[in-house]
Structures are given as structure tokens and as C-alpha cells.
């Protein structure tokens, strides 16, 4: 029998985040590469362990492989231990049928096993898809300070972006009393970030009652929330004011890799002397060449530049040759930028080769929009890529083999 833990943390890493495009077609999007050295999955496994909070669940399903062997047995997030750590949770088939994940909610549900496990006095549900740093241990505090039942942690948000978000309203005392699912009107600026503090009793309730009904999403922000405001549970907003972004797009996931750069960046890491761990393989120092120029920029270990890198975020292993430009760009582990070639307003993911000569993308202030190159594709010398274009497989083959587009 395990022994009682007081929180189990329950992480939703299952969507296929179909607006990342190419950067998800062959792997689940919380394992997209993000500022230099970690994957987004870093994020909300660091808060865990930085909270004291050392069990989790990770639930899985889309494009699993990429993400299972990061995460591999938690050593490098201190969440490799014999009671609790962390576990992988996909879909299976149990004695009656077996079922996908139908929505976040169901996703909990089909793990109630393994939370029951540790018989814990609480829950804490996190997404995978978001970059921020938070101390869960307070929110914990929190939700039991109040005499809570569900407790949402929330961000104040502009009322023009307050439609995107399901929104909160609550009293002077943070208790909510309102909640809209993206509403078109909405009347309050407190935005869920998906993340909950359950009393474990409570959760169970709920999500068996919701797997009853067929009528359901089966989704915590259309049903299990307004489920139980409904039956007049006690449910409180915990306001968070640090770095928060959902970088479900390529738009926001740009944003928040430029959100690093600058003399003062509006996200720094760590903070506050809380780490973010990652599986980050030892590299050789950075080579930085007698003709190499670099402005405003990120340059992880291992990489080599002999061009001019402006304004940009670079992975471990990056080579830019000489005469080469990178401007305003995201670009992963392993990508070779060769002589003269010119990358701009763009996110090429890991082991991409960009041809001499070759330009991918158009400045930013005149261009269509972000240009990104999928993982392991190799763009011939002295060839277009259009701005805004998304480079996966099947748009390379078409486009670009062989370099025909001159």
C-alpha cells in the first residue's frame, strides 16, 4: 500500500497543438524546443519540484515518442524516485473498452487509479503548454487558507484579449461567483491559465458525474467548473502577476523566445533562484569567429557562428557560416546555416540545413508572417522560401527538393 502523499500533480501533455504546424507534426507539443535549452515541458516540471510537490502524472497521447523519451525516468527534474516521481499516463484499454482521451477532463477521469494511489488531499491540474514560472506551494496555501474546494489560478489580461480565455469573476475576497468560457462580451479580466487546485474528494464527484453525462465535453472550463459553481462549491481565483504565455501558436511562441532577449527581458530564468531543469546534453563552449557579429541574441553552447546573428534565439549546435545572416529568429538544435544564406522573421526546428545562398523568410515589418521549416528538412542553395510559408514534408517535397523554385 503507498503511503499517503498530501498533493499529486496531474499534467495534460496530450494535444496535438495543430497551430504549431510543422513543429508538432511529429511530436506532442510540449516537447517543442523552447529559449535555447529547454522544451515547454520543463516549465510546469520545474514548478513541481521547486514546489516540493514530487508526483505527477503526465498524461500523454498525440505524437507520445519525442516527449516519453525526454521525460524518460524524471532524473533530470529530481522526479526520479521509487514512491511517486513522475509517470507516463496514455491512453490503455481497460476491462470494458478502451477510449482515447476525449477532453481534459475525461483525460483525468481514466486516471483516477493512479491518483487514488496516494490517497491525496488534493490535485493540482496543470496544461503543457505553457511557459511560466510559479511557486504551486503557495497557490496550495491558498486553496487551503480559504476553505476552498477548487481553486483557479488566474491572470489579469487586457479586456480587447479577455474573449480567448475562460474568465472569472469574483469578489473582493477572490471567491468566484461567475464563469464564461470565452465569452464574447466578457466582464471581468481574470483569466483562467488552466491550472486547479482540487480537494481530491471533490474532483472524483465531479468528473464521475460528468463521464455520465452525454451530453458533456468532458472538458474542465466547459463543464467540470461551471459544474460545481453551479452547485454552489467553494471555488476561489489565485491571482498570479509573474511571466505567463500560452504558446499554443507560432505567433506566441516566437514572442516568448523574443521575450528573452534585450537589456531587460521580460522573462528571465530562472527566477526568484528557482531553476528550470531540463534533459540538455553537455556541449563545447560556444565558437564565436573573428568575422562573426552578434546583436541583442541567445547563443546556447555548441554553437558556431562565423555570420551575423541580430536579434535572434540559437539551440545548442547551431552552425551559421560565414557571410550568413540571422535576423529575428527561433533556430533548433543541430541547424546548419550556410555560407551567404539568409534567414529572416523565421523558426526553423532541429537538424534543418539551409543551402548556400538560399534566403528563408522577408523582414519582419514586411512580411506575410512567421516562415518555419519542419525538423530534419534540408533546403537546397540558392532557393526561396516565401514568407510565412510552413515547411513540413509534404510542402518540401512539392516546393523545394531539388531546388526548382529559382
Same mark, same amino acid.
Given at each position: 500500500?503507498?503511503?499517503?502523499?498530501?498533493?499529486?500533480?496531474?499534467?495534460?501533455?496530450?494535444g496535438?497543438?495543430?497551430r504549431?504546424?510543422?513543429?508538432?507534426?511529429?511530436?506532442?507539443?510540449?516537447?517543442?524546443? $523552447? /529559449?535555447?535549452?529547454?522544451?515547454?515541458?520543463?516549465?510546469p516540471?520545474?514548478?513541481c519540484?521547486?514546489?516540493?510537490?514530487?508526483?505527477?502524472?503526465?498524461?500523454?497521447?498525440?505524437?507520445?515518442?519525442?516527449?516519453?523519451e525526454?521525460?524518460?525516468?524524471?532524473?533530470?527534474?529530481?522526479?526520479?524516485?521509487?514512491?511517486?516521481?513522475?509517470?507516463?499516463?496514455?491512453?490503455?484499454?481497460?476491462?470494458?473498452?478502451?477510449?482515447?482521451y476525449? /477532453?481534459?477532463?475525461?483525460?483525468?477521469y481514466?486516471?483516477?487509479t493512479?491518483?487514488k494511489?496516494?490517497?491525496?488531499?488534493?490535485?493540482?491540474?496543470?496544461?503543457?503548454?505553457? =511557459? &511560466?514560472?510559479?511557486?504551486?506551494?503557495?497557490?496550495?496555501?491558498?486553496?487551503?487558507?480559504?476553505?476552498?474546494?477548487?481553486?483557479?489560478?488566474?491572470?489579469?489580461?487586457?479586456?480587447?484579449?479577455?474573449?480567448r480565455?475562460?474568465?472569472?469573476?469574483?469578489?473582493?475576497?477572490?471567491?468566484?461567483?461567475?464563469?464564461?468560457?470565452?465569452?464574447k462580451n466578457p466582464?471581468?479580466?481574470?483569466?483562467?491559465m488552466? =491550472?486547479?487546485? $482540487?480537494?481530491a474528494?471533490?474532483?472524483?464527484?465531479?468528473?464521475?458525474?460528468?463521464?455520465?453525462?452525454?451530453?458533456?465535453?468532458?472538458?474542465f472550463g466547459?463543464?467540470?467548473?461551471?459544474n460545481?459553481?453551479?452547485?454552489?462549491?467553494?471555488?476561489?481565483?489565485?491571482?498570479?502577476?509573474?511571466?505567463?504565455?500560452?504558446?499554443?501558436? =507560432?505567433?506566441s511562441?516566437?514572442?516568448?523566445?523574443?521575450?528573452?532577449?534585450?537589456?531587460?527581458p521580460?522573462?528571465?530564468?530562472p527566477?526568484?533562484?528557482?531553476r528550470?531543469?531540463?534533459?540538455?546534453?553537455?556541449?563545447?563552449?560556444q565558437?564565436?569567429?573573428?568575422?562573426?557579429?552578434i546583436?541583442?541574441?541567445?547563443i546556447?553552447?555548441?554553437?558556431?557562428?562565423?555570420?551575423?546573428?541580430?536579434?535572434s534565439?540559437?539551440?545548442?549546435?547551431?552552425?551559421v557560416?560565414?557571410?550568413?545572416?540571422?535576423k529575428?529568429?527561433?533556430?533548433?538544435?543541430?541547424?546548419?546555416?550556410?555560407k551567404?544564406a539568409?534567414?529572416?522573421?523565421?523558426?526553423?526546428?532541429s537538424?534543418?540545413?539551409? /543551402?548556400?545562398?538560399?534566403?528563408?523568410?522577408?523582414?519582419?515589418?514586411?512580411s506575410?508572417?512567421?516562415?518555419?521549416?519542419?525538423?530534419?528538412?534540408?533546403?537546397?542553395?540558392?532557393?526561396?522560401?516565401?514568407?510565412?510559408?510552413?515547411?513540413n514534408?509534404? &510542402?518540401?517535397?512539392?516546393?523545394?527538393?531539388?531546388?526548382?523554385?529559382?
Open positions: 500500500m503507498f503511503k499517503k502523499k498530501e498533493c499529486v500533480a496531474m499534467l495534460l501533455a496530450g496535438q497543438g495543430s504549431l504546424y510543422a513543429l508538432t507534426e511529429k511530436t506532442a507539443k510540449p516537447a517543442v524546443s $523552447f /529559449g535555447g535549452k529547454y522544451r515547454i515541458i520543463d516549465f516540471l520545474s514548478n519540484v521547486n514546489s516540493g510537490i514530487d508526483t505527477v502524472g503526465v498524461l500523454t497521447q498525440y505524437q507520445p515518442l519525442v516527449l516519453n525526454y521525460i524518460g525516468n524524471g532524473q533530470p527534474w529530481d522526479l526520479d524516485r521509487t514512491y511517486g516521481g513522475v509517470k507516463i499516463l496514455p491512453p490503455y484499454q481497460g476491462m470494458k473498452k478502451a477510449d482515447w476525449s /477532453g481534459t477532463a475525461n483525460a483525468i481514466q486516471n483516477l493512479f491518483i494511489r496516494y490517497n491525496p488531499d488534493y490535485v493540482l491540474i496543470l496544461s503543457g503548454d505553457h =511557459i &511560466y514560472q510559479m511557486q504551486y506551494d503557495a497557490m496550495l496555501e491558498y486553496h487551503k487558507q480559504m476553505g476552498a474546494d477548487c481553486t483557479i489560478a488566474v491572470i489579469d489580461v487586457p479586456i480587447e484579449e479577455a474573449s480565455f475562460g474568465i472569472m469573476s469574483a469578489d473582493e475576497n477572490g471567491k468566484v461567483f461567475k464563469f464564461s468560457e470565452k465569452p466582464d471581468s479580466t481574470l483569466a483562467s488552466g =491550472i486547479y487546485i $482540487f480537494n474528494d471533490k474532483l472524483e464527484k465531479y468528473l464521475e458525474a460528468d463521464e455520465l453525462d452525454p451530453a458533456s465535453s468532458k472538458d466547459k463543464n467540470i467548473i461551471p460545481m459553481l453551479a452547485a454552489g462549491e467553494k471555488m476561489y481565483a489565485y491571482p498570479f502577476e509573474g511571466y505567463w504565455k500560452d504558446v499554443g501558436t =507560432i505567433d511562441l516566437w514572442e516568448a523566445n523574443m521575450d528573452l532577449l534585450g537589456d531587460k521580460t522573462l528571465t530564468i527566477k526568484n533562484g528557482r528550470v531543469f531540463s534533459r540538455t546534453e553537455a556541449s563545447a563552449p565558437f564565436i569567429g573573428a568575422d562573426a557579429e546583436t541583442n541574441s541567445l546556447t553552447e555548441g554553437c558556431e557562428i562565423n555570420g551575423t546573428v541580430i536579434n534565439v540559437l539551440f545548442n549546435g547551431v552552425k557560416e560565414k557571410g550568413a545572416v540571422v529575428d529568429s527561433v533556430v533548433m538544435n543541430g541547424v546548419i546555416i550556410k551567404n539568409k534567414v529572416d522573421y523565421a523558426i526553423l526546428d537538424d534543418v540545413t539551409i /543551402g548556400e545562398g538560399t534566403t528563408v523568410g522577408k523582414d519582419k515589418e514586411a506575410k508572417g512567421i516562415t518555419v521549416i519542419g525538423a530534419g528538412l534540408d533546403i537546397a542553395n540558392n532557393i526561396t522560401v516565401e514568407d510565412g510559408a510552413m515547411v514534408d509534404s &510542402y518540401y517535397n512539392e516546393n523545394l527538393k531539388g531546388g526548382d523554385n529559382k
